[in-house]
Structures are given as C-alpha cells and as structure tokens.
C-alpha cells in the first residue's frame, strides 16, 4: 500500500509510525501551542489541466510537525482543533500562507496560477470568515478569483438558506467556491443549483477504481454532465494511474488532483514543479498515445 502512494508518502507514515501513537488529551494540549512554535507547515499539491498538462492551480494541505510525534496528518487534528475552536485561528494562519504563497509566485511570472484553501465548519459559520478574507487579499494584493476556498456538502446543508447568503457574500468579494469531496455528503441535488457555486471536486472514493468499477464509472460521468449543464468546472480527486486519467480526459473532466502527477509538496518543490512543468511532458505522453479525444 505504501508504495503504491509515492515516494514521500512512504516516509511520512514511516515517520508516524515509529513513536506510539498519542493520546488524544496530551495531543490537544500541544494542538493549543503548535501555531505560535511554528509547527504548522503547508504543503501543495498540484491540480493539473486537461486541456494543456500545465499546473493549474494548487491545494493546500496543512501539516503538523509535532516533533516528538513525527507528522500528524490532518485527519488526526483538523477535526480535533474544530473541537477545540482553535482552528479559526488555524484556519487563518492557513489562508494566510497560501496566499502569501500564491502571491509570491505571481511575482516569479505565473500569474494564472490559483490556490484552494479547505475551509471547515467552524470556520464557515464562524462571524468573521468574510472579514479575514478581505484582509488576507488586501495584505497579499491577490486578485480575489484566484483564491478558491473548498467547503464540503455537509457544511452548506446545515442551514440552506443562511448558507446560501454567506456564500454570496463571499462571492461578491471575488472568491471562487468549490464543494470538495463531492458526492459522499448529503447534499441533495435540488438544492445544489441554489448556491452560488464555481466547481465541484469528485471524491476520490468515486475516482479510485474507473475505468473498471462501471458504477463509478457511471457516477463520475453523470457528475460530469451534471455540473456541464449547470456551467460548475469540474476537479477530480486521487487520480492515482493513467486509465483515470484517460477516462476523465474522454469524458472532458476540465482538471485533476492525485499522486499520478504529485503528491503534496513543499513549497520549494511545489516551485520546482512550476519550472520543470513536468505534468505537460506525462500528459502529453498519456494522451497522444491514444490520440486525439
Ligand atoms: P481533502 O481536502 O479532500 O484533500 C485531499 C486529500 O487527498 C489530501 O489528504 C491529499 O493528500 C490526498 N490525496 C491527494 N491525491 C491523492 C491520491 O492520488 N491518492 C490518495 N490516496 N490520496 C490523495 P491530506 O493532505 O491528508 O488531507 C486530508 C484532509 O484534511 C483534507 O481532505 C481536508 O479535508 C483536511 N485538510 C487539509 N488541510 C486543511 C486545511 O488547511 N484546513 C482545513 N480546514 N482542512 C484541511
Ligand atoms: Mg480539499
Ligand atoms: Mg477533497
Ligand atoms: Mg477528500
């Protein structure tokens, strides 16, 4: 399994696994002070064209370097700091350095570049969301539709018709909006056209064995079509060998995310990426060997 997920990833759950694993009571008290010892990194991980090969966009990724503990993956601590509200303030720190980033590679000359950050629950609902996104754009200089902020359907069904509103607002600032994991939450599909929406990005679950299994593969093409009709650009998540790929690109999936071109990386080599452009070079490869879709 390890080696099937790349290079890096082998070393991080390496890494992981060679102390005992925390309790969850000494965890938190060191969640509470990660933030300022500057344990918090972000990572990158590229989102790929379909029409071109060329980088497109990145996702960032939180990592906790908790020293003692070796890398704590966000699926340990994200919804532990939820828990504890400190992820408003994580959250924050969060926007704050990718757009920092993003801004920093506009000024290296790719200026078409663009960045999602997760954004969860508490965040969302949290009064303020809006505010810290004007000042974050304001600070970095971004032109705001280059920062897309990733919710999952679980958080926009709370409460339709408030969320509704909130996105707008976010909307009217510039942001873009994409619902991430799309597909495993409980989003009813009559209320999808209600919010003010630019993407969808298809769970990886759905992604993970097409072309094969023909009832995701079925699932992943009626998602496709779907978000055509209702003009939502389209990100597939996990895309992990070159039948996905093949499959998405027939089927004019506009972009996609997984460890067949990179997993998340730091941000010199998420910058190295950007100059070597490797993913033009294996796409170009993968698809002229099938032709023109
Ligand atoms: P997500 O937003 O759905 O992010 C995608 C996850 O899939 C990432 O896991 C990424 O490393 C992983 N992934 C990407 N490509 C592949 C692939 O080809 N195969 C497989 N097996 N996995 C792939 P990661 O980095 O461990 O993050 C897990 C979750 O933690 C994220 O899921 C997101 O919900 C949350 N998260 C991460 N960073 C942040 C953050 O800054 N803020 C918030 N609120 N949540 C975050
Ligand atoms: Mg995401
Ligand atoms: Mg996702
Ligand atoms: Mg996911």
Redesign the pocket.
Known sequence: RAKS?GKGRVVFFEKSMQTHTPGTLALETDLRRALERGEFH??Y?PIVSLETGEIAAF?????WDHGRHGMI???RF?SMA?DMGT?VE??QW?LEQ?CTQLSAWHQMGFDQLSVS????AQ?FYHQDLNGVIRGVLARTGLPPELLKL?L?ESILMENVAANVAMLQSLRDIGVQIMI??FGTGYSSLSYLHRFPLNSL?I??SFVKDIPENQENAAITAAILAMADQLGLSVVA????NEAQLLYLWDKHCHLV????FN??LTRDQATAALYKRETVALFSKLTQAVGPS
Not at 59 to 63: A, K, Q
């Open positions: 997920m972000m990572f991980q996702e960032s990724l939180l990592r993956p966000p699926d994200i939820e992820i994580v959250g969060a990718a950050v997760n954004v969860s965040q990733e999952t991430d994991d990005k769970d990886r998540e996990g895309i992990e995310q997984g460890y067949l997993q998340p």
